[in-house]
């Protein structure tokens, strides 16, 4: 199971890089205002990164605690 955890986290993670990497490069050619989307981007970042934070905790205490033989 934590191959498989593993491995739909990093999926996520190279679509948010793929989806931020479009979003920018339309910037750059001004097809989109970049003014408001980067404060967006960058609140999106925080956000993911304090809940990714909180689940690798629970993970990490929580769960490894309950799964470790005794």
Same mark, same amino acid.
């Given at each position: 199971?934590?191959? @498989?955890?593993?491995? $739909? $986290? @990093?999926?996520?993670?190279?679509?948010? $890089?793929?989806?931020?990497? $479009? #979003?920018a490069?339309l910037g750059?050619? /001004?097809?989109i205002?970049?003014?408001? +989307? #980067?404060?967006k981007?960058?609140? @999106?970042?925080l #956000? #993911?990164?304090?809940? @990714?934070? +909180? +689940?690798?905790?629970?993970f990490? +205490?929580l769960?490894? /605690?309950?799964?470790?033989?005794?």
């Open positions: 199971m934590d191959k @498989s955890v593993k491995k $739909v $986290v @990093s999926y996520i993670l190279i679509a948010l $890089v793929l989806l931020f990497t $479009v #979003i490069v750059v050619w /001004e097809i205002d970049l003014s408001n +989307v #980067i404060q981007i960058m609140s @999106s970042l #956000i #993911i990164f304090a809940a @990714s934070a +909180v +689940v690798l905790f629970i990490a +205490v769960i490894k /605690e309950n799964g470790a033989p005794k």
